[in-house]
């Protein structure tokens, strides 16, 4: 659990070293997940998770949770997503 907290929260705080030129396809997972341990569970509230302090953003819900969205039958849509975004 403090291997969990600690990833995500040095997540939450990466900033990129220069700008970038590019924009950012951001996948998002349309269905929270329920942590066992509420304590656990981490929020980054900010805008596109801050990474539109970099550059384009653009966000695309797909179906299912963080990890769900991973698999069957919901990575068939995440698939076309980013081959749409290709």
Avoid: N
Avoid at 38 to 65: L, M, N, S
Wanted: include cysteine; charge should be negative; glycine fraction near 4%.
């Amino acid at each position: 659990m403090q291997t969990y907290r600690a990833t995500t929260q040095g997540h939450a705080g990466y900033q990129t070293q220069a700008k970038l030129t590019c924009p950012i396809h951001l996948f998002r997972a349309s269905e929270q997940t329920r942590e066992p341990d509420a304590t656990a569970t981490f929020v980054d509230d900010r805008p596109h998770r801050g990474w539109d302090a970099d550059a384009p953003v653009h966000e695309i819900q797909v179906p299912g949770t963080h990890v769900t969205m991973m698999t069957r039958p919901q990575v068939q849509t995440l698939a076309e997503a980013i081959r749409l975004c290709l």
